[in-house]
């Protein structure tokens, strides 16, 4: 079973972001002794994507965009990350909402829909900018999209 480790900064002046670097996490993820465990870096390491990107590297470890395009990122920075993402490591990006209520007006639900639509919007961008700068054909944008969206969370998680 998957090991998940929350890999972001918190919200609140109580949170260390320096603490929260997914760089820290370095030495476990290499530690041979949990080479045959299998980590999934909930929330990407945010505001730290591109260095959580780099772990991916890694056989073992995994990226989950939750928060990360729910809430925490516009559509449009969003988008960039997933790029960079789909440039690298395609098949080791989940997609995730990570919806909870934040007050009396804005409820899980709502949350949870602005995620999915704002993870669906920065990924048809993305796949869009690849395609129109001939990195990839439509074909493989398609793939990649139900990859991050389906396949390999379900691939993941079999």
Not at 15 to 20: I, K, L, N
Not at 51 to 79: I, R, Y
Not at 97 to 116: K, M, T
Not at 123 to 129: D, F, K, S, V, W
């Amino acid at each position: 079973m998957p090991v998940h480790i929350h890999s972001s900064a918190g919200a609140g002046d109580y949170f260390s972001v320096a603490g929260a670097s997914v760089l820290n996490l370095e030495p476990v993820l290499r530690d041979p002794r949990y080479s045959a465990t299998t980590f999934v870096l909930i929330h990407a390491g945010h505001p730290f994507e591109q260095a959580a990107m780099f772990m991916a590297a890694m056989k073992n470890v995994w990226l989950d965009s939750s928060a990360t395009g729910s809430f925490l990122l516009s559509a449009t920075e969003f988008k960039d990350v997933l790029r960079r993402w789909f440039e690298i490591f395609p098949d080791k990006v989940t997609y995730g909402s990570d919806a909870f209520p934040i007050d009396d007006q804005v409820g899980a639900e709502q949350l949870y829909w602005f995620g999915v639509h704002n993870a669906r919007t920065a990924t048809a961008a993305a796949l869009a900018e690849m395609i129109a700068a001939r990195e990839m054909t439509e074909k493989q944008a398609m793939a990649i999209a139900r990859g991050y969206l389906h396949d390999n969370a379900a691939a993941l998680y079999k």
